[in-house]
């Protein structure tokens, strides 16, 4: 039977891709506790609604399956003790420590009509204005009145990139770096042990969501079956890094290095795929701004263990040596016009999702980076991203390949 997962290049065709539709968890974001969840503004949920619906039918014409994270975890749940298990999961991750209160909170899910129905009302968060909460005078069952929620909601969870990766036949299960969003890997830690479509031929896993370190998916890019690049980031550690590596080269065999690209901790540049993505075999994305200062480190196998050095040379050769290309072409964000350069960065022009070799999912805002991709002879599916890029993430933030074909 194939692999569940397969994804060996950022570039193959995709044949099946997981995206989140997103829910009423964007409507209970709220003004003063915006920077609590990761979002400088508030999308309109209808609006936002509207141009995903638009993205996953323009992949759907180009003959890409699309799931949802949100019925892949329903499906997860697979008998009564699951579920049970799940929610305890789930409510030990809040911050509620009263027995009374976790007790009324898990009836208050399992009273949910069905599966899918429970599992969109954990993402959406809970307002304690939803249910009544049992009188208690102990110093634990005491909640703040200032702040509206009992569960934070997770709004960003309709960027699935992020709480873990795709590489070769495994599963990268990350630790996220904000406490708001370590979360949501939840939801795949029950879909990959427990949805019928993994049991037969489960992924290998090669990051586990315990672990102490962070790593999120945006940093972590399948250049070639032989070759990774991670970013370390103000969302990435490089130990992190070094352990995937050693995971990866452990289980995945046709991987023999991975390129750790310095970005810096900055939150414009918060993953690699911000500032850069592979567009083809030889054509990459870059934000002028990382291009000069790029440091790029080299891990590979030595024996049963890892040889790490840093490349001094351009990322041009870098690239060039290691994908074993004679040359490369990299498009600026914003072309040569720094002004441009870093109001399309913002919106996300260097987050492209391709969909097959020379072939990209864009925002259509973002129309002196498209121009230049055009230019360079790739082929743009445009989409609008008013609303959606206001949780600052592209179409490559919003989409997690399960299959990709071989190139």
Request: contains cysteine; glycine residues 6%.
């Amino acid at each position: 039977m194939p692999n569940a997962i397969h994804v060996f290049s950022e570039i193959g065709r995709l044949k099946q891709v997981m995206l989140h539709r997103p829910g009423r968890e964007l409507e209970n974001l709220v003004p003063d506790h915006l920077n609590r969840l990761l979002f400088d503004d508030i999308p309109f949920l209808e609006q936002a609604r509207a141009e995903h619906d638009r993205f996953a039918e323009v992949l759907r014409q180009n003959d890409v399956e699309v799931l949802y994270l949100e019925d892949l975890a329903a499906e997860s749940l697979t008998s009564p003790e699951i579920k049970q298990q799940f929610l305890k999961d789930y409510l030990a991750e809040t911050t509620i420590q009263s027995p009374e209160i976790i007790k009324e909170v898990t009836d208050y899910f399992l009273s949910c009509d069905n599966d899918r129905e429970l599992i969109d009302k954990t993402m959406a968060g809970l307002a304690k204005n939803e249910l009544e909460l049992p009188n208690t005078k102990s110093l634990a069952g005491t909640v703040d009145d200032q702040y509206p929620f009992l569960i934070d909601p997770m709004p960003n969870l309709y960027f699935t990139r992020d709480p873990f990766a795709t590489i070769g036949n495994g599963v990268s299960l990350n630790r996220m770096y904000s406490e708001t969003r370590r979360r949501e890997t939840l939801y795949g830690k029950y879909i990959f042990a427990h949805h019928p479509m993994f049991q037969q031929n489960p992924p290998h896993m090669l990051y586990d969501r315990a672990q102490p370190t962070r790593i999120e998916g945006g940093d972590e890019l399948v250049l070639s079956k032989h070759v990774l690049a991670i970013g370390i980031s103000q969302r990435t550690d490089a130990a992190s890094i070094e352990q995937l590596a050693r995971k990866v080269f452990e289980n995945e065999p046709s991987f023999e290095y991975v390129l750790a690209f310095d970005i810096g901790q900055e939150r414009k540049f918060m993953h690699l795929d911000t500032v850069f993505t592979m567009v083809d075999h030889d054509k990459f994305t870059i934000h002028p701004e990382i291009e000069g200062e790029l440091t790029v480190y080299s891990i590979s196998r030595a024996g049963d263990g890892v040889t790490i050095k840093e490349e001094k040379d351009t990322l041009e050769n870098i690239l060039c040596r290691y994908l074993e290309l004679n040359a490369v072409e990299l498009i600026r964000c914003g072309g040569s016009d720094l002004i441009a350069a870093a109001r399309e960065q913002w919106n996300d022009g260097s987050n492209t999702l391709t969909i097959a070799p020379g072939e990209v999912v864009v925002y259509d805002r973002n129309t002196i980076t498209n121009q230049k991709l055009a230019e360079a002879g790739i082929k743009l599916h445009k989409i609008s991203g008013s609303e959606l890029v206001r949780g600052r993430g592209g179409p490559r933030c919003m989409s997690m390949p399960f299959v990709r074909e071989d190139i």
